[in-house]
């Protein structure tokens, strides 16, 4: 079996969903799935080579036209041919394209929603439109549709055939946890970018107690550091707060092993990888609240707060007061179910169904 996946982004950049895309990869190659790439040419303006391998990953890129929402590029017929499954990961010109001309290539399909068009409340009565039209209409096409979350589930139940609708939760690979917890610590990691409402953080985290420090680790995906440098050197928190921008694997490990509570005030999040990420390193999730945190935090894995509420510092102050023991080993006992080699056996069940 040889699967190509499809996704907007991947290695060189770093996020959520380039790393489910290389950590699949990675365990379908351990399978003997042949398991590579293809994906577009730009990455922060530059120019990516059009082939180059990452270990034994393939990857191919594609040049694009830029359309700010909808990026097109050639169809690449001559290079999925020597593939039996298409995978593509996100919503957009990919999957319409692949889907719109599947009588044409007649390979068959994988989709994988990761939050669908709805990260951002921008243009949101055309992505309705989009998602509940065209998309609904290209989807019955799919031969497979995985949902990463419950709450994807739901809204794609709306439009998609149920028995086509699989949930799989994203899987994430990491070390143990190494070293002291540093007291007082909070990180909050992730893209910076307009979804992921950091500026809040921030404002919370001013008003929390002046012994406590947060690091914000993330590639800048939206142009917002520059702004939220000035935010924190404005409220003169530049000793409690440090962005630190994007990190290695190396470092994050040890942001994650020496911080003792991770916080999000996430507004949407097709999955949330990181907070998992976070239990499995013994931290104290303090989570927006939003559907996919609710299922992170329920039976006593981690705290659901309202991050927009006057409310929050307070209760950000009395989970301080807690003793999280069990907490802790509760979550760090879930997030065990999304380790990559408990989750393949999902993803391959499903491409031998089809």
């Not at 243009?123 to 065209?134: D, L, T």
């Not at 909070?186 to 910076?192: A, E, P, Q, T």
């Not at 301080?320 to 391959?348: P, Q, R």
């Amino acid at each position: 079996m040889k699967v190509l996946h499809f996704t907007h982004r991947f290695w060189p950049a770093k996020g959520g969903v380039e790393a489910v895309v290389e950590n699949l990869c990675i365990e379908l190659q351990k399978k003997g799935i042949q398991s590579d790439v293809l994906t577009l040419d730009t990455l922060d303006e530059r120019k990516l080579k059009k082939f180059e391998k990452k270990g034994k990953i393939k990857i191919f890129r594609l040049p694009l036209l830029d359309l700010k929402y909808y990026k097109i590029t050639p169809l690449p017929f001559e290079i999925i041919k020597d593939y039996d499954i298409i995978h593509i990961h996100s919503m957009g010109f990919f999957s319409d394209a692949m889907l719109l001309f599947k009588p044409l290539h007649g390979k068959k399909i994988v989709f994988s929603t990761h939050g669908g068009i709805f990260h951002t409340k921008s243009i949101q009565s055309i992505k309705e439109f989009y998602f509940n039209s065209i998309e609904k209409q290209l989807l019955k096409r799919a031969d497979g549709i995985i949902a990463v979350s419950k709450a994807d589930k739901e809204k794609f139940s709306k439009i998609v055939p149920k028995n086509k609708l699989t949930l799989i939760e994203n899987g994430f690979s990491a070390k143990e946890a190494g070293g002291k917890k540093e007291k007082n610590l909070f990180i909050c990691v992730g893209r910076l970018s307009k979804n992921k409402n950091i500026e809040r953080v921030v404002d919370v985290f001013s008003k929390l107690n002046t012994e406590y420090k947060l690091i914000i680790a993330g590639k800048d995906f939206d142009g917002l550091k520059k702004e939220l440098t000035k935010k924190v050197s404005k409220l003169g928190l530049s000793d409690r707060i440090k962005i630190i921008g994007e990190v290695s694997e190396e470092e994050l490990h040890k942001i994650y092993s020496k911080a003792e509570y991770f916080v999000s005030a996430s507004k949407y999040e097709g999955f949330g990888i990181t907070a998992i990420e976070a239990m499995h390193y013994n931290c104290v999730t303090i989570l927006n609240d939003i559907p996919t945190f609710r299922d992170f935090a329920s039976h006593k894995r981690g705290y659901i707060i309202d991050f927009e509420s006057e409310k929050a510092t307070n209760q950000i102050e009395e989970i301080k007061k807690k003793n999280n023991t069990e907490v802790i080993n509760k979550a760090k006992k879930y997030s065990t179910e999304f380790l990559w080699k408990n989750k393949i056996s999902e993803f391959i069940a499903l491409y031998k169904k089809i």
